[in-house]
């Protein structure tokens, strides 16, 4: 995958993660970043996305003052910060390129990596 991400794992509810996604071997300053979450047998959901410059950010209602989406061209990665963690938080969770604009259908994203795992323990 020309994307990586790092960060997941097991926290308490009310905790906070931050999540990473790297780009591998591409201009990642031209890309639109997306984070999307899912779980078994459900559609993957828009989480948060910024723009390519940074200017400009998009969150989904059930985690917006909850997540920060940020990105350093400069390390070629985007953060996901997440804040007092629900339990329905709980998903794999993906980072998605694109170099068109920001969407919220993840169908229209490009570039994917592989995943990695959010629990929140109640």
């Known amino acids: 995958e020309p994307l990586k991400e790092y960060g997941g794992g097991l926290v308490q509810a009310g905790g906070s993660l931050k999540l990473s996604c790297t780009a591998l071997?591409?201009?990642?300053?031209?890309?639109?970043m997306g984070w999307f979450r899912q779980v078994p047998g459900i559609d993957r959901e828009f989480v948060a996305a910024?723009?390519?410059?940074?200017?400009?950010?998009y969150y989904a209602d059930s985690v917006k003052g909850r997540f920060t989406v940020s990105r350093d061209d400069a390390k070629k990665t985007a953060y996901l910060q997440m804040d007092n963690l629900k339990a329905e938080d709980t998903a794999v969770y993906y980072c998605?390129?694109?170099?068109?604009?920001?969407?919220?259908?993840?169908?229209?994203?490009?570039?994917w990596g592989q995943g990695t795992q959010v629990t929140v323990a109640s």
């Open positions: 910024i723009t390519w410059n940074g200017e400009n950010t």
């Open positions: 998605a390129a694109d170099t068109d604009r920001v969407y919220r259908d993840w169908n229209e994203y490009d570039y």
């Open positions: 071997g591409r201009p990642f300053e031209l890309y639109v």
